[in-house]
């Protein structure tokens, strides 16, 4: 029997946080594309559009049933998704070098998007059997470290690094909110430290040159230092107020590259100065403190922590992303979060934030 409770907590705050962000996302995707109309450019955004709609229609799908059930499916869902990893890595879509997508008859999508979702559920039942929040120790962990470790080293195989050290910051996020013993988190992190080496030489030797340009910006300014540069150069003329709808230069004559997804905000920063870029993430700052309210007035330990995983998504990408194109981290492939084109990762996001909504409208039940 339907509760109609669920209509009068449905979270519209949530719902009209989606749409502004998207809303803006879809003018900068038009903006991002218009001087490339020739070569099907126009089509970014409306594809875009369609990509939000069946989007909100997932969103929409994930708060009809109650979310309390997904604990009872999180390991199902969890080897589903390593199969899909494993699957893409056999007989995936290999793209500039990267082999990441797996095609289901004309629709393309990236395994690792899944793979996100899924290790958000599995923390959360694990950590909600074991009593949620207290102290957990090293050996307390070994558990939720394989489950992690599985799929990032899969993401990683594909290869995929911002993806797999998304996944890895989240799931960190998600322990230290459950709680973890001060020394064992003094361990963890020297334990990284020491690890930096052995990851250093793991890597490509383009994700190197991302590295070494991140820390001297002039060793290649027309190589491995040309993508930051170049946004650096349409942030910081946008200046206050931007040089207007569509009057960006640096996008316009095409000095700015993966300016439709990677660099996204770059091309806002240009267009509409400070003031559009402190709008967009006061935006997404309202996103995240709305979700950890939702996570603190969840009535039980899965709910919270997976509100908690979910918002840790969206904050880290953020982070990353910005952090990214303002020169402030190394460039690692990460989009932005809702705003930067791409079906998998907007159907993904949706996804979760329908999960997010069924949590919100679900606060006043007991488990």
Do not use: C
């Not at 509760?3 to 991002?32: E, K, M, P, T």
């Not at 995936?92 to 070098?97: Q, R």
């Not at 993508?227 to 095409?254: D, E, P, V, Y």
């Amino acid at each position: 029997m339907f509760d109609r409770r669920l209509i009068q907590n449905f979270d519209w705050v949530l719902v009209l946080l989606l749409l502004l962000i998207a809303g803006i996302s879809i003018l900068n995707l038009y903006s991002a594309t218009y001087a490339i109309r020739d070569v099907g450019g126009a089509q970014v955004f409306l594809k875009q559009i369609y990509w939000f709609l069946l989007g909100l229609f997932i969103f929409l799908l994930m708060t009809t049933f109650n979310y309390y059930v997904l604990e009872r499916f999180a390991y199902p869902i969890y080897f589903l998704s390593i199969a899909l990893l494993v699957t893409v890595l056999i007989v995936g879509k290999v793209t500039a070098g990267s082999q990441r997508w797996l095609g289901l008859g004309p629709i393309a999508f990236q395994p690792s998007e899944v793979a996100k979702i899924a290790v958000i559920m599995i923390l959360a039942k694990f950590f909600s059997e074991k009593g949620g929040y207290r102290e957990y120790r090293l050996r307390d962990l070994w558990q939720p470290f394989l489950l992690v470790g599985v799929p990032a080293l899969l993401i990683l195989k594909e290869p995929d690094l911002g993806t797999a050290l998304l996944l890895v910051v989240v799931s960190f996020s998600v322990i230290l909110f459950v709680d973890i013993h001060w020394k064992s988190l003094m361990i963890l992190a020297l334990s990284a430290l020491g690890l930096v080496p052995v990851v250093w030489v793991h890597l490509k030797e383009y994700q190197r040159l991302r590295i070494l340009t991140f820390i001297r910006p002039d060793m290649d300014p027309l190589g491995s230092g040309y993508h930051i540069n170049q946004s650096k150069i349409a942030i910081g003329s946008g200046l206050i107020w931007g040089k207007g709808f569509l009057k960006g230069t640096q996008t316009r004559l095409h000095f700015l590259p993966e300016q439709h997804t990677d660099f996204a905000f770059s091309v806002l920063a240009e267009e509409w100065g400070f003031i559009g870029s402190v709008i967009l993430l006061l935006l997404y700052l309202f996103l995240i403190l709305w979700g950890l309210n939702i996570a603190k007035d969840s009535k039980d330990k899965f709910g919270s922590i997976m509100a908690v995983g979910i918002v840790a998504v969206i904050f880290w990408q953020v982070v990353i992303n910005v952090g990214m194109v303002t020169g402030l981290l190394p460039v690692v492939g990460i989009p932005l979060v809702l705003f930067s084109y791409g079906g998998s990762s907007l159907i993904s996001t949706m996804a979760a934030m329908g999960l997010l909504m069924n949590i919100s409208m679900r606060r006043f039940m007991f488990q």
